[in-house]
């Protein structure tokens, strides 16, 4: 019982390394999308190709700035992984 609240634990937060890693990018993709679509339902220009150019900007940009807190999360993670995982092994092969 105590494995499946460990693996339950582990995918929850998973879940959330998940989210955290994931929303700056994608927050600052569709304020980007959104300012754009504005300016072109403003000025009457439908170019689809216009909003591909400052969406890559911006997602380049949110990666340089943001890109180490995000890698140090997923490594954080990642060694907790491995430790849950030996902790495991470790008790089953006490209790054979």
Do not use: C, H, Y
């Amino acid at each position: 019982m105590e494995d499946i609240t460990n693996l339950l634990s582990l995918a929850d937060k998973m879940l959330w390394v998940t989210a955290l890693v994931a929303a700056p990018v994608l927050i600052a993709s569709l304020v980007v999308g959104l300012a754009v679509g504005v300016v072109q339902a403003a000025t009457s220009v439908n170019e689809q190709t216009l909003t591909f150019v400052p969406k890559l900007a911006i997602t380049a940009l949110v990666l340089v700035l943001f890109g180490g807190s995000m890698m140090t999360l997923i490594g954080d993670f990642t060694q907790e992984i491995f430790a849950q995982i030996a902790n495991i092994s470790q008790a089953e092969r006490v209790l054979p």
